[in-house]
């Protein structure tokens, strides 16, 4: 029985579910623009989502402020030059956006084991 079970396993343990969303998040930010599974794309979305969030709202505070805000998406990102990107790049990008920073377009189906294949990018990324 799932009851009360939420989110995805992937047929992974926690730590590597943890390191595959950690590391798709990561590329996510640094190239604003993944080419994943459907269902891959899902999960992370919301956490993208998130930490661009974390990032609009420390845009002008105080130091303290935007330490900690810095450690909280450390913890996620697993590259410092990606999370100063996110603070310094795409945060004040969607300053003036209410939410809705990611879209997925389908692809088709992936020619290996016919999973959905779709691409996650940012909304107004830079070319």
Same mark, same amino acid.
């Given at each position: ?5 939420? *989110?995805?396993?992937? =047929? ?5 579910? &943890? ?7 990561? #590329? ?6 993944? #080419?994943?599974? &459907?269902? +891959? %794309?899902? %999960? ?5 989502? +998130? ?8 845009? *002008?505070? #105080?130091?303290?402020? @935007?330490?900690? %805000? ?12 990606? %999370? +100063? +990107? ?13 939410? *809705? ?5 389908? @692809? =088709?189906?992936? &020619?290996?084991? =016919? ?5 996650? #990018?940012? @909304?107004?990324?830079?070319?």
């Amino acid at each position: 029985m799932r009851h009360r079970i939420a *989110g995805r396993s992937f =047929g992974r343990d926690k730590d590597h579910r &943890q390191a595959l969303f950690r590391n798709l998040i990561t #590329e996510f930010f640094r190239h604003e623009r993944i #080419e994943t599974t &459907q269902a +891959k %794309a899902k %999960a992370v979305r919301a956490q993208a989502e +998130k930490l661009i969030t974390l990032a609009k709202r420390v845009d *002008g505070k #105080e130091a303290l402020l @935007v330490a900690n %805000a810095r450690h909280l998406a450390q913890r996620t990102l697993t590259d410092k030059d990606v %999370a +100063k +990107k996110l603070f310094e790049t795409l945060g004040p990008r969607y300053k003036e956006r209410a939410g *809705g920073y990611t879209r997925v377009y389908k @692809v =088709g189906p992936s &020619q290996g084991d =016919g999973a959905s294949v779709v691409i996650l #990018e940012l @909304v107004e990324r830079e070319a």
